[in-house]
Structures are given as structure tokens and as C-alpha cells.
């Protein structure tokens, strides 16, 4: 019986810093993916993985991506990268989570840096930032790799969360944007959803707790 609801945030609750990313790829004649490309090499040890752990300061993740992409072939200042994480609220999935918040325990879990803006969710503004708290405050934990020391797809930033709900992986349901991410998530026992739009991941998460969450 699922008792909680696990999100990731960025790309989820948020559209994806991935529509940002092919953006700026587009407007500097960069090959489309190509920062994805970048993050997905040694995705444990790269400079993004550091920076989401927390192991490297934005001052020294700065040189240390710009190097990474310049080896790729197309240089990239980390703190260019920066601006770009912020993504739109989507507002459906805030009333969903408003909605099952009634009847299940709801957390967030968030590979995230510090130094990227104001608030756990990267806001670019201050405007937004507020948003974000607001958001935050619903769900009953957050847990951001950036103060945790660990991330995505590490089993250990899963099962702090099951530990903080007094829960097992059985009982929860987690959502996230990345497959990468979900995959131990799953082996844990997990239900999961690939999100790929508000409206698909809404779609699949009513037919898993039998409630109505789009209008």
C-alpha cells in the first residue's frame, strides 16, 4: 500500500534546465546536448557531481567545468551554467501536490548546488525564490544532495528518505525526470514515474493512488 509520494524537483515540479541548456547551445552554436553530454561522463566524479555534493565551492566548480567542456570541444564557464537551472513553475503539479498532501506524506528529493540562486529550488530572482519557499513548505521533508553530501542515483539519498518517513521503498511512489535516477529507486522496491510532462506524470500518478489530480 503506497503510504508517500517522493519528487524530484527540477524537471518535475519545474520544466527541465534541459530546455535552458539546448537553448544556450542554440544561441552559441553548440551541438544540441552537448552540456548533457558532458554531465554524463564519469557521472560520479565530474565537476557537476562534485558540485552537487557539495565536494567543490561554485568558485572552483567554475574552472573546473569550463576545462571538462573545453576538452569536449566547446568551452563552457561553469558559472554560464548557472544562470540557466532555473526552471518554470508548473503550477499543476503544485495543486497536485496540495491535492495528495490530504492523504499521503509527500517529500522532495534534490540534486541541487549551492551558490546557484536563492532557495532549494535554484530560483533565478527573488520573486520566484518566494515561490519556492512556498512550494518547499508543502512537503513534510526536503532533501537537498547539496547539504546531504551525496546524490541522485546514490541509494542512500533514497533510503534517508524512506528513514525520515518511516517508511519501506514498497510504500512509495517517486517521480523524477531522469531514468538514471530512478532506476535504483526501483530496485529498492519503489513505484516510479519517468516524468516527461505534467500531464503524462499526472495521468500516471492517479492511476497509482486511484485519485482524480487534473481537472
Same mark, same amino acid.
Given at each position: 500500500?503506497?503510504?508517500?509520494?517522493?519528487?524530484?524537483?527540477?524537471?518535475?515540479?519545474?520544466?527541465?534546465?534541459?530546455?535552458?541548456?539546448?537553448?544556450?547551445?542554440?544561441?552559441?552554436?553548440?551541438?544540441?546536448?552537448?552540456?548533457?553530454?558532458?554531465?554524463?561522463?564519469? @557521472?560520479?566524479?565530474?565537476?557537476?557531481? #562534485?558540485?552537487?555534493?557539495?565536494?567543490?565551492?561554485?568558485?572552483?566548480?567554475?574552472?573546473?567545468? $569550463?576545462?571538462?567542456?573545453?576538452?569536449? %570541444?566547446?568551452?563552457?564557464?561553469?558559472?554560464?551554467?548557472?544562470?540557466?537551472?532555473?526552471?518554470?513553475?508548473?503550477?499543476?503539479?503544485?495543486?497536485?501536490?496540495?491535492?495528495?498532501?490530504?492523504?499521503?506524506?509527500?517529500?522532495?528529493?534534490?540534486?541541487?548546488?549551492? %551558490? $546557484?540562486?536563492?532557495?532549494?529550488?535554484?530560483?533565478?530572482?527573488?520573486?520566484?525564490?518566494?515561490?519556492?519557499?512556498?512550494?518547499?513548505?508543502?512537503?513534510?521533508?526536503?532533501?537537498?544532495?547539496?547539504?546531504?553530501?551525496?546524490?541522485? @542515483?546514490?541509494?542512500?539519498?533514497? #533510503?534517508? $528518505?524512506?528513514?525520515?518517513?518511516?517508511?519501506? $521503498?514498497?510504500?512509495?511512489?517517486?517521480?523524477?525526470?531522469?531514468?538514471?535516477?530512478?532506476?535504483?529507486?526501483?530496485?529498492?522496491?519503489?513505484?516510479?514515474?519517468?516524468?516527461?510532462?505534467?500531464? #503524462?506524470?499526472?495521468?500516471?500518478?492517479?492511476?497509482?493512488?486511484?485519485?482524480?489530480? #487534473?481537472?
Amino acid at each position: 500500500m503506497i503510504k508517500a509520494v517522493l519528487w524530484d524537483f527540477g524537471g518535475v515540479i519545474t520544466s527541465s534546465p534541459f530546455e535552458a541548456f539546448n537553448r544556450y547551445e542554440l544561441a552559441n552554436g553548440i551541438p544540441k546536448d552537448f552540456i548533457r553530454s558532458v554531465n554524463a561522463k564519469d @557521472p560520479d566524479t565530474n565537476a557537476w557531481a #562534485q558540485f552537487e555534493s557539495s565536494s567543490v565551492s561554485l568558485e572552483e566548480f567554475d574552472p573546473i567545468f $569550463a576545462a571538462e567542456t573545453e576538452k569536449a %570541444g566547446h568551452r563552457i564557464p561553469g558559472k554560464e551554467v548557472m544562470k540557466l537551472l532555473s526552471g518554470h513553475i508548473r503550477p499543476e503539479m503544485v495543486e497536485a501536490l496540495k491535492l495528495i498532501k490530504k492523504n499521503y506524506r509527500i517529500a522532495c528529493i534534490t540534486n541541487n548546488v549551492k %551558490g $546557484a540562486g536563492e532557495g532549494p529550488g535554484m530560483a533565478s530572482d527573488h520573486s520566484k525564490a518566494e515561490k519556492i519557499v512556498e512550494i518547499m513548505g508543502l512537503f513534510d521533508f526536503v532533501i537537498e544532495s547539496s547539504l546531504v553530501g551525496f546524490r541522485k @542515483p546514490d541509494p542512500r539519498i533514497y #533510503q534517508l $528518505a524512506c528513514d525520515k518517513m518511516g517508511i519501506d $521503498a514498497s510504500e512509495a511512489v517517486f517521480l523524477d525526470d531522469l531514468g538514471i535516477n530512478l532506476k535504483p529507486a526501483k530496485a529498492m522496491g519503489m513505484q516510479t514515474i519517468k516524468v516527461t510532462s505534467a500531464e #503524462q506524470a499526472l495521468g500516471e500518478l492517479s492511476a497509482i493512488l486511484s485519485m482524480k489530480l #487534473q481537472a
